[in-house]
């Protein structure tokens, strides 16, 4: 079984930053892709960003020159870096992390617990 634990989330002004972290933990061999996506109220949960294993990176156009995506990989953990929040940025985070469990084994994804984003004046 793997774990994963958010860390972060707040309620901040626009214009502020925030920083999300999500560690990993459990049976895991390696891990590829990682990941953060959101969910507002009454919206579909959207991808914010990813950082494959080779260090790639992708985001959604709403945060491109915003938020920055980085991994720690000796501590399993994907960061979040938040700038220039708005309030449209408000909803709540998920974390999602491609496992491999064992050299034998077939990836799955994993989702943490969600963590609160708010940001208003």
């Known amino acids: 079984q793997v774990q994963l634990v958010e860390s972060g989330g707040g309620l901040v002004q626009p214009g502020e930053s925030l920083r999300l972290s999500c560690a990993a933990s459990?049976?895991?061999?390696?891990?590829?892709?990682m990941g953060w996506h959101r969910q507002a109220p009454g919206k579909q949960r959207e991808l914010v960003a990813t950082?494959?294993?080779?260090?790639?990176?992708k985001y959604a156009d709403s945060v491109k020159g915003r938020f920055t995506i980085s991994r720690d990989n000796a501590k399993k953990t994907v960061y979040l870096q938040m700038n220039s929040l708005k309030p449209e940025d408000t909803a709540v985070y998920y974390c999602n992390v491609e496992v491999v469990p064992s050299p034998w084994s077939l990836s799955s994804n994993y989702w943490g617990q969600g963590t609160q984003v708010t940001v208003s004046s």
């Open positions: 459990g049976s895991i061999f390696s891990i590829r892709t």
């Open positions: 950082i494959a294993a080779s260090g790639d990176t």
